[in-house]
């Protein structure tokens, strides 16, 4: 079966930019979406189809794949911005998650 | 606007049967895959499966085949999650999502989620 690969954290300076990668075989031949998920509350769809954003998801955050390597960038971190970040593929025909990333604002 | 407001927490004991439930509003209930999600507590993400409320079709993760039914009612915009016998590992966070498609497919509205508790 497919399987994503995610660090299990991240952390940057209030400010800076975030890179949350997401790894997988021939990633880039796929579709990656990213859900942003704040303690507490349910997951919330932050880019789709690789680069997309939804209506209402600020502009600093953008996403890329290619080759084994799909990456959510987020720019301009802030504290608002710490959260659980899990990707998302398709694989025949069924919903493979990552792990999830646990991204810190320092 | 798009909503999906699920049934509230249920406490229950081994071997006890449940349904819970995810009502969707705002939009053309029929016309949408609602999937399900499994989030035991302080770990990830995990995709149980999804249904069409149009005919019903339904696709299940591997993990779960067997271990849980969906079902939908689209009179009333409802999909259902059940258990027959519940476990204790059962004890997790479960939410229901609409799939969308624009290019592919991503998870575009979530529930707010209903945590289930299984606990003797």
């Known amino acids: 079966s497919y399987e994503l690969t995610q660090p299990l954290s991240v952390s940057v300076s209030l400010g800076q930019t975030a890179r949350i990668t997401c790894g997988g075989n021939?990633?880039?031949?796929?579709?990656v979406h990213w859900y942003q998920q704040k303690p507490g509350q349910a997951p919330v769809l932050v880019i789709y189809?690789?680069?997309n954003r939804p209506s209402g998801i600020p502009e600093r955050f953008s996403g890329s794949s290619s080759g084994n390597t799909a990456t959510l960038t987020i720019s301009r971190a802030q504290a608002g911005d710490e959260a659980d970040y899990y990707c998302?593929?398709?694989?025949?025909?069924?919903?493979?998650f990552g792990g999830g990333t646990k991204f810190t604002v320092l | 606007e798009v909503r999906l407001v699920q049934s509230g927490a249920e406490v229950k004991k081994p071997g006890e049967s449940l349904k819970i439930s995810c009502k969707g509003s705002?939009?053309?209930?029929?016309?949408?895959?609602i999937g399900w999600v499994r989030q035991m507590p302080g770990k990830g993400l995990e995709w149980m499966g999804m249904?069409?409320?149009?005919?019903?079709?339904?696709t299940y993760s591997p993990s779960f085949e067997g271990q849980v039914a969906m079902s939908a009612d689209k009179s009333i915009s409802t999909a259902y999650l059940q258990w027959s016998s519940l476990r204790a590992s059962d004890t997790a966070m479960y939410y229901c999502?609409?799939?969308?498609?624009?290019?592919?497919?991503?998870?575009?509205?979530w529930g707010q989620g209903t945590l289930v508790t299984v606990s003797s």
């Open positions: 998302h593929v398709w694989d025949s025909g069924t919903v493979v």
């Open positions: 999502a609409r799939r969308n498609c624009g290019g592919d497919c991503s998870w575009e509205y």
């Open positions: 021939y990633i880039g031949g796929k579709n």
């Open positions: 249904i069409y409320p149009g005919d019903s079709d339904t």
């Open positions: 705002g939009y053309d209930f029929t016309n949408y895959w």
């Open positions: 189809t690789d680069k």
